[in-house]
């Protein structure tokens, strides 16, 4: 078995290899899917920052082209960054990049446009000479001042965008205005600013519709929208969001008092998944967020031997849910079309210790849907309010799948070898609060491989689901496993978990699939559907 591939992905979007960070500049032209993403075209670690460029008719299936943005000029000679497109209303994309102008990590701001517009897959990109287009005025960290977001406009006919950046270690999402697209202006405030959360990496800025699966275009201005605010905190190495108002009259966004800004709010993901970007897809009239999951065996060395590093994570429809008050996230349609072998279940009846196994399909490559129903919550554990203080994940670290409980652990076992030398559990845990139940979703991979490598990260990565049960009690679970990928998402995606894996043992036709209950109220799966997943084109 060949070290180089064993845990390649084949459903999940790779380049053939090197290091891959970033999504850049999603978008949908002209009956195309453009993707762009951070590559080093020399290695697999991080330096040599250039964009890659690839494209799909179904965002599943990709074809690589040639690099559209690199270091050449005087505004991005040390690096050219991530950023987004905008498609102007004559039908003409734009890139805003952040280029790298010297060792010092000094950064502006740049724009790209397509050489020919009637290449239907947009090869070339020009650099004009008007570059760069935003230089950090004197109030501005110039180290930290990037990520430019897709440009929006207002009733006044202004287009904006936002630039991440930081004062001391106030994190910001720094507003430009600008009538021709060329000339831009700082405004006077932020959009929005918190402290103490360090650099806002890769900001985005979007509205959902309440009641609604359909996407909105960013420019959009109408009834029953909230605004949706994402960042990358470099510290923490997760993105969080807030929903709340766009105030436009002031250009201000103003979260809901609900969630929290910074460390303790709602994660897009709560495991590897960074950097995350949406774009507004008008020929399905969606919007879909993509996110970057590095690797987790983290010794350089290791990815010198594999000779790659970094996917993508599978593109997800995101809406907002019924109560208004965070996002559902769920993987788009067209991944269904890589459905192979599949396998059904109805009914059955798991008590307490009770395993079993799902067999049937390949199980290192298999989307996997279930749900599950209890008739009581009376054995729900008692919620320590020490843990309150604690990350989801440090709770799921105490009460691991091995933990015998009440109401739960149960769930799936993925990517497990025959005799559970190695295994990822993706499971749930209902506790009983003083005042509510608290839904503990776990991605746990302490004991994913055999592989001795101390620096390999194998956290038991956690968020909580935000389920009323006493209303239903039934919790849903679908998981995305791809080789050294497990991608999963409760409760119909109110709590997405991404982990990065590398078993030795339970790989290709030795992983298995498993699905276990390891508390005292019995849990039924009331249905089952798994499949065996095809690979996708990814070249
Ligand atoms: C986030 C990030 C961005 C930056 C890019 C450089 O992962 O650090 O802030 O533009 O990666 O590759």
């Not at 005025?137 to 001042?145: A, K, L, Y």
């Not at 996230?329 to 079309?337: G, N, R, S």
């Not at 139940?437 to 991605?443: D, E, G, H």
């Amino acid at each position: 078995i060949s070290v180089k591939n064993v845990h390649r992905t084949r459903f999940h979007f790779q380049p053939p290899k090197h290091w891959i960070n970033d999504p850049n500049a999603p978008m949908y032209y002209n009956g195309v899917y453009h993707l762009f993403y951070q590559y080093n075209p020399k290695g697999s670690v991080w330096g040599n920052i250039i964009w890659a460029h690839s494209v799909s008719k179904d965002l599943i299936n990709w074809i690589h082209l040639e690099p559209a943005i690199y270091p050449s000029k005087k505004f991005d000679k040390y690096g050219t960054w991530s950023g987004s497109s905008t498609i102007l209303p004559n039908n003409k994309p734009v890139i805003i990049y952040t280029g790298v102008v010297d060792s010092y990590n000094n950064q502006v701001q740049n724009y790209a446009i397509p050489a020919n517009l009637s290449d239907p897959f947009l090869r070339k990109w020009i650099k004009p000479n008007n570059n760069p287009l935003i230089v950090p005025d004197n109030s501005i960290n110039r180290t930290e001042f990037r990520d430019p977001t897709t440009a929006w406009m207002g009733q006044d006919g202004l287009w904006r965008i936002l630039i991440a950046s930081m004062r001391k270690h106030r994190g910001m999402a720094l507003l430009y205005r600008s009538r021709d697209f060329m000339k831009w202006i700082k405004a006077q405030h932020p959009l929005h600013s918190s402290t103490n959360t360090g650099n806002w990496e890769c900001p985005d800025f979007f509205p959902v519709l309440f009641n609604s699966t359909n996407g909105l275009d960013v420019s959009y201005r109408g009834k029953n929208v909230k605004y949706v605010l994402k960042n990358s905190l470099d510290v923490a190495r997760f993105d969080y969001y807030t929903i709340g108002m766009y105030h436009t009259k002031i250009d201000r966004y103003i979260p809901n008092n609900n969630p929290i800004d910074g460390w303790k709010g709602l994660r897009i993901d709560y495991g590897n998944f960074y950097a995350s970007k949406t774009f507004y897809d008008p020929s399905r009239n969606r919007r879909v967020i993509w996110g970057w999951s590095n690797e987790s065996d983290v010794l350089p060395d290791d990815e010198i031997k594999k000779g790659w590093a970094g996917i993508q994570g599978i593109p997800r429809q995101v809406r907002l849910n019924l109560s208004g008050k965070q996002l559902l996230q769920w993987p788009i349609e067209e991944l269904e079309t890589l459905r192979k072998q599949k396998v059904q279940l109805n009914n059955k009846r798991l008590s307490k210790g009770e395993m079993f196994e799902v067999k049937g399909i390949s199980a290192s490559q298999a989307d996997v849907e279930v749900l599950f129903s209890f008739s009581s919550l009376n054995e729900a554990e008692q919620f320590d309010p020490r843990w309150a203080d604690l990350y989801a994940q440090d709770v799921c670290a105490i009460k691991g799948p091995t933990i015998q409980g009440g109401l739960g652990p149960f769930g799936l076992v993925t990517l497990a070898s025959k005799n559970l030398e190695e295994y990822t559990p993706v499971f749930f845990r209902v506790f009983k609060a003083q005042k509510s139940y608290k839904i503990l979703m776990c991605s746990d991979a302490r004991r994913s491989s055999m592989r001795q490598n101390e620096a390999m990260y194998k956290p038991s990565f956690a968020g909580y689901v935000d389920v009323d049960l006493e209303d239903m009690k039934k919790l849903s679970l679908r998981s995305l496993i791809d080789n050294s990928v497990v991608e999963s998402f409760g409760a119909g995606g109110k709590t997405c978990i991404t982990s990065r894996v590398y078993p030795t043992l339970a790989i290709y036709d030795n992983a298995h699939l498993f699905v276990f209950n390891n508390g005292s109220e019995t849990i039924t799966i009331e249905t089952l559907n798994a499949w065996g997943m095809d690979a996708c084109k990814m070249n």
